[in-house]
């Protein structure tokens, strides 16, 4: 047995734990166990340093979950795009591809609780029909594995998989989507990045959620991920008590720079059944991108998104820059909030274009320019 899967056997992951080494009320711990899985491995366990903090609001249950909140547990509508039980193909060019229902840690903030966990949602026919259902689909040219969490599986398992994808002529990019190099970094050994470097182009999105995360062992896990030329990013989701803070998330987001891990996403946290006291206003999200850009590098800076409630995708929100218009004169702010005017281009007389063209094309004039401020802006 390898050193992650051992640890991964010492977890934390029974309502009898949360009696015995959390205090918590044998009726709580129970309702709590039998609502979503518990899974807290000892390196997780250990960034720890008291009770209630972001640490441990990310991974010990909370009575708050039990609340009646009338939630969706489906909130995105990924059952609703999931053309075999594997898949969600939401957009046009390329799919999500859940290869696992396993975690090294149960997140209690997840989107994905109705599945995650349950490993009869996932099974090695699932597997294939995954496989077979991207050969058959000439259109995806991106597949992003993900779960639960893939680096779940053993190394042997996830080449199989790779193999089959790699095999596929139309798969153009493979990306993993892993939480281990934050809570598992001990998941990453030579022996994996040896393998997984065979089925290049292949990225690693990551998700370090607190700067506390980003220990010595999770640098190594990084730069062993980044020395066999595999680009990491990193997916945050905002959380009330965790990093609802513009000075946490700027020295989360350097420090992972520092590790080689590229910010990608910052999500709104989803409206997920029992996981509605991690949300924050969509104001905090802006007003934190607002102390970003500008006053730190910009690879630090990732894009602010809402996933869709519904399942339209993610889309992505901005504060506002544009201040407003003055015939021909764009008026603009600076990180600083200095105001700028900027002489915009007149848009040229129409050339006809050729047909080929046309999908690159807008159907039709805008009405609004590009650039006009978002009257529903935020
Ligand atoms: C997030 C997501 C993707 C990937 O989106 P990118 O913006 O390309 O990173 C693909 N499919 C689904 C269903 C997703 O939720
Ligand atoms: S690792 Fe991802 S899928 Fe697993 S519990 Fe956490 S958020 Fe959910």
Not at 38 to 58: A, C, E, F, K
Not at 263 to 269: K, N, V
Not at 292 to 320: C, E, M, N, W, Y
Request: with cysteine.
């Amino acid at each position: 047995m390898e050193l992650w899967q051992d640890m991964l056997r010492q977890s934390v992951d029974s309502s009898r734990d949360l009696v015995e080494r959390f205090g918590f009320n044998k009726d709580l711990s129970e309702r709590l166990n039998h609502l979503f899985h518990i899974r807290i491995n000892p390196y997780y366990l250990s960034l720890i340093r008291y009770p209630g903090d972001p640490i441990w609001l990310q991974c010990i249950p909370d009575a708050k979950e039990l609340d009646e909140d009338g939630l969706p547990e489906d909130p995105l509508a990924e059952d609703a795009h999931s053309p075999v039980p594997s898949i969600v193909h939401r957009y046009p060019d390329r799919v999500l591809f859940l290869t696992t229902s396993q975690c090294s840690m149960y997140c209690r903030f997840c989107t994905r609780k109705r599945k995650v966990g349950d490993s009869s949602k996932i099974n090695m026919k699932y597997i294939q029909d995954g496989i077979d259902y991207v050969a058959a689909h000439p259109e995806v040219r991106d597949v992003i594995m993900s779960g639960g969490d893939p680096l779940m599986l053993t190394d042997f398992m996830l080449e199989k998989i790779l193999s089959g994808l790699r095999a596929i002529p139309h798969v153009e990019i493979i990306r993993l989507g892993t939480k281990m190099p934050c809570v598992l970094p001990q998941r990453i050994t030579p022996k994996l990045v040896k393998m997984l470097r065979k089925y290049h182009p292949l990225y690693i999105n990551t998700h370090f959620n607190h700067p506390w995360e980003c220990t010595m062992e999770a640098k190594r896990a990084c730069e062993l991920i980044a020395d066999a030329g595999i680009p990491l990013g990193n997916q945050a989701v905002l959380m009330k008590g965790v990093n609802d803070d513009p000075d946490v998330m700027l020295e989360l987001m350097r420090k992972l720079l520092t590790m080689r891990v590229r910010p990608y996403y910052l999500y709104q946290a989803d409206i997920t059944k029992g996981a509605n006291h991690f949300r924050t206003p969509v104001s905090v999200g802006l007003d934190i991108m607002d102390k970003l850009r500008g006053h730190t590098s910009g690879l630090a800076i990732p894009h602010f998104v809402i996933d869709a409630p519904g399942g339209g995708g993610k889309i992505p929100l901005l504060p506002q820059y544009v201040l407003g218009r003055n015939g021909n004169q764009i008026i603009l702010r600076n990180y600083k909030y200095d105001i700028y005017t900027y002489p915009d281009v007149e848009e040229s007389p129409k050339i006809p274009t050729p047909t080929v063209e046309r999908r690159f094309t807008r159907k039709k004039k805008r009405t609004t320019p590009a650039y006009a401020p978002d009257e529903a802006g935020v």
